[in-house]
Every structure is written in C-alpha cells, then in structure tokens.
C-alpha cells in the first residue's frame, strides 16, 4: 500500500473491478432506499459476534498494552502512567482515601477533585474493552459509581438511557456507556451533560446541586466512549497526507457520492480526535475529558465547570503538576500532573493488532483469521476485496504513514487504521445537531476500524452489537429509527450501502460475498 492512499484500488480482482464499476455509475446506486431496506431484511450476513468472546479464541490477536520499541526511559513511565489511569478519584482530601492525600502528607496528588457534576471516576472506568484504554465494557461501569466513590455517598439515580440503549435490551446494565449531550435545537448548548452529581457527600454537605432530571427533556443526544488504542501514531500523521488522501480518488469518490471535510483545529493543522474530529491532539483532549467527564480541574481547564457555593470543595487546579516532588528516590513520574501522566498512557498504547487464524479455527495462518465456518481464511482475504471493490475503502482508508518521530517507536510507521481521520456527511438519521468546528450537525469523523472486531457496540450512540446493522446505519433510512432531526444531505454512504447490499446476492467464500466482508471485519 502506498502511503496514505487506497493501493488496494489499484490491485481489483476481475470481478471487484466489476462491482467498483457497478456502483460508480451508479447501477446500484438505483435501487431505492427502501428496496435495499428489503434486500439486506431478506440476505443479511450474520454478524459472528466479537473476537475472542464467540469465536476465534485461540487466534493472535489483541488490543492494549504499550508498543514495542520504547526506549528503557519510556518503558519506566508505564507503571506510573498505567496506575494513573486506572485510578478511582474521590471528592476531596478529606475524604480519607490513600489515593487522595493533602500535598502536604505525601507527595502524590493523585485522586482528588471528583465533582461537583461528573459522569464516572477513572479514566480506565469507561475505557476499558477489550484491556484499559478501549472502549465501553460488557457491563456498564457506572452502576458501580453513581452511589459512591468508595469513600464518599452520593444521591443519584441511574439515568433511564444507561439501561435502555437499543443496542443492549431494557432494563439491565449490559448496556454501553451513553454520555447526554442537549443540542442547541433542543433548548440546550451542545455541551456534555454530567449524569452524576456530588450531593450527598459527607465531605460537601452544603452542596445541594440537583442531579439533571433527563427523563424530562427532549431532544437528548448520546455519545459513546470511543477506544484508544494507537492515538499516538494518529497524533502524528502529518497534515499533507490526510488532505492528500482527501483529494485522491476524487472520480470515484463524486459518482458515489462521497466528499468529505478536514476539521480544522487553531493552529491551522488537521484535526483528528474525537468522535467529530474535534480534537487535534492528545494532552488537550486528556485535560478536557478530566474535566468534563470526572470534575477535575487541571492546568489546562482550570475552572469548575458547576462554581455553585458549597460546591467547590478544593483549592483548583485539584490536578496541578507536584512540585512536592522532591526526593529522588522516588519515581519522577510523580512529578506530572494526573492528566500529562493519563496523555502518556494513551500515547504509548499499541495499535490494535488483527487476528491471524490457527489450523483449527478455520485457517492457515496465511492471512487474517475468520470464523470457524471460514476456508483457510480466504473468506477474509475475499472480505477485503469487497471492502475496497464497493468504496467502503474510500473512507475507511487501509493506511497513513508516520514520519520520523522523536518517539522512535511511533516514527516511519505504516498504521492499518481503516480511517481517513476527515468528516463526512452521514445524513439525517445519524444527525446529533451538535456543531463542533467545522464538524455539522450531521457529521462525523470516520471512526478507525482497528480493534474493530473486538468492540461490542457501534456507531456514536451504541445503537447496535450487530456490526451488520451498523453498516446498514451508515445510511439514510435503513438503520433502526433516526436520533437527530433537521434537513441534511443524504449521507455520503447511501451508495456504498447500496453495493454492500448487492454482495448479498453473490456467492462468497463463506456463503455470500457480504458475510466474507463481515468476517474481514471481525478480524480487525
């Protein structure tokens, strides 16, 4: 593969070629919406669930840990960085936790500030399938923070929507990790709405702050939490080739119906992160999410966002970096505040790594692993094919390049992400009506694919498990009932959908073509 393009474009087999002509001149492309509602209700592919929980469990694969090649001196951050991480923080010194000391006691800060508005405790809390860094787990997390830190008693009830998701059945806390959002449409700011507030706590008995009543507001929007893993290397994917890639393949990509926008950050380089793209580095984003997500204030967002009397129980920043610091027998890593220590967890973090099939689950080792119903993993192999041929590849671009990095592990890199990192139009039933940047309200960035397969729900809201259906969710009037509302273009993907649908009708390794590109899928 070239270096951020989509070389597998140049390398179709006969028939791909066939398919990517089919859907540019818009053959499939005719069919109406509803007709490829039909099709995929009647030929659907089955979704073989997630790697290493239903199948595959013998298989090479993964996601977490730190990446190969740190030097000895990086290496000696990871017990610091990843303890951090997974800390649980609490209301404030006086709380009596170990992990929350006076500055004066010891010299580790670490822990402190939760509140006065927050949506959970620790980093690691939401972040956390398959290992610590990635997405929302099999059981929602919260259920173990709304009433307490530990330490500390709050007056909370669990919010209707963390047991109700579409993607997980009523009434249970096997449900995904949905974080409010009220957008301007609404009545609201856009902005993240804490779940959780502190009253209740011994520590902060004149803080009365009311937690949201959201079973009676309308026009809530939700977001899940998105996995980590290999957002260093994205960090430094260089602006050139993302907007490089945004201007290959631009006959293809109009007769499908695909364009798409790079989300411009301050500075005036290629904003990356987040669900829209609304971040363009790691250590702000961190900083922001200490904030919002658990109410510590720290040197980059230094302010309570709630500053209601009785509230505001300590000194801000609660994150500073620890000058208490002083002996050096003790680890330097200390030296950092919480959240430049959480940046570096995530910036050494590894990139997910696809599975590779053994002789007795389905395949050879030849390629990437399938289901134990694939032949020898050719299944995948023909998978990916179909992905490039009918222009998933357009925007779940294979790969970037890295330039030299004084990170040498995350230098000269070739990254399989499956993204190209840019936003694109996803039509009215994918709306959230939240701007962010440049981002619309309809918009998103195109989420990276690695660790796909070990990600148990999809699309921003965890609307669904069944990566079938969040494929059919990428287009307008197909998926399972819209969120947002307003007047949209059709989404970019309607097309590409479209071709996906027809692979139902063609023979595949695997019984058709399309279950062959879902089991491509669950091997990322």
């Known amino acids: 593969m070239v270096k951020f393009k989509n070389r597998a474009l140049n390398r179709f087999s006969r028939r791909a070629w066939r398919l990517a002509k089919f859907a540019a001149f818009g053959t499939l492309a005719s069919l109406t919406l509803a007709a490829a509602a039909i ?21 090479v694969n993964g996601a977490g840990g730190f990446q190969v090649g740190l030097t000895p001196q990086e290496q000696a951050s990871e017990p610091a960085v990843t303890t951090q991480f997974q800390t649980t923080a609490v209301v404030s010194v006086n709380s009596g ?6 500055s004066g006691a010891q010299p580790n800060v670490t822990g402190c500030g939760l509140g006065p508005r927050f949506n959970s405790n620790s980093c690691a809390s939401c972040h956390q399938q398959p290992a610590p860094g990635g997405s929302s787990p099999p059981s929602n997390p919260l259920f173990q923070v709304y009433l307490s830190d530990g330490y500390d008693n709050f007056q909370n009830t669990m919010p209707y929507f963390e047991t109700t998701s579409p993607g997980c059945g009523n009434g249970n806390p096997g449900c995904p990790i949905l974080i409010p959002r009220l957008p301007t449409s609404s009545g609201g700011t856009g902005l993240v709405q804490q779940l959780f507030v502190i009253t209740g706590s011994k520590v902060a008995p004149n803080c009365n702050l009311q937690q949201p ?16 893993f290999g957002d260093g290397y994205i960090d430094f994917v260089e602006n050139k080739d993302i907007l490089n890639n945004l201007n290959s393949n631009l006959p293809l990509k109009t007769s499908l119906g695909i364009g798409g926008v790079a989300n411009i950050a301050d500075d005036g380089s290629v904003s990356r992160l987040g669900w829209k793209a ?10 922001a999410e200490e ?19 009785g509230c505001d129980v300590n000194p801000v920043p609660e994150d500073p970096t620890n000058y208490n610091w002083y002996d ?12 430049e220590r959480d940046a570096i967890f995530v910036r050494f973090l590894a990139t997910p790594i696809p599975s590779t099939a053994s002789p007795t689950q389905g395949g050879v080792g030849q390629g990437p692993g399938c289901p134990d119903t694939a032949q020898n993993g050719q299944s995948c192999v023909d998978g990916q094919a179909d992905f490039n041929s009918i222009g998933c590849v357009l925007c779940h671009t294979t790969s970037y390049r890295t330039p030299p990095g004084s990170i040498p592990s995350q230098g000269h890199t070739l990254l399989n992400l499956y993204s190209d990192l840019l936003l694109h139009h996803m039509g009215n039933c994918l709306a959230d009506n939240v701007t962010q940047g440049l981002a619309q309200g309809d918009m998103w960035r195109t989420p990276p694919l690695w660790n796909v397969g070990q990600r148990i729900w999809f699309m921003h809201d965890g609307r669904t498990k069944d990566i079938v259906q969040a494929i059919e969710d990428h287009a307008d009037m197909t998926g399972s009932g819209c969120t947002g509302n307003g007047t949209y273009p059709n989404s970019e993907a309607d097309d590409v959908v479209n071709a996906f649908n027809g692979l139902a009708n063609m023979s595949g390794v695997d019984g058709t073509a399309q279950q062959d590109l879902i089991n491509f899928l669950r091997t990322l």
């Open 39 to 59: 099709l995929w209700a009647q030929n659907q592919a089955t979704d073989p669930g997630v790697r290493g929980i239903n199948w595959c469990q013998g298989c």
């Open 97 to 102: 936790s170990p992990d929350c000391m006076a």
């Open 213 to 228: 009543n959201f079973s009676g507001e309308s026009g809530l929007v939700f977001r899940q939490p998105l996995p980590t």
């Open 278 to 287: 609304q971040w363009r580095a790691i250590l702000p984003a961190v900083g």
């Open 291 to 309: 904030q919002v997500e658990e109410g510590i204030t720290n040197e980059m967002f230094a302010t309570e966002i709630d500053q209601t009397a």
């Open 328 to 339: 050096s027998s003790m680890t330097p890593w200390l030296f950092l505040a919480d959240a």
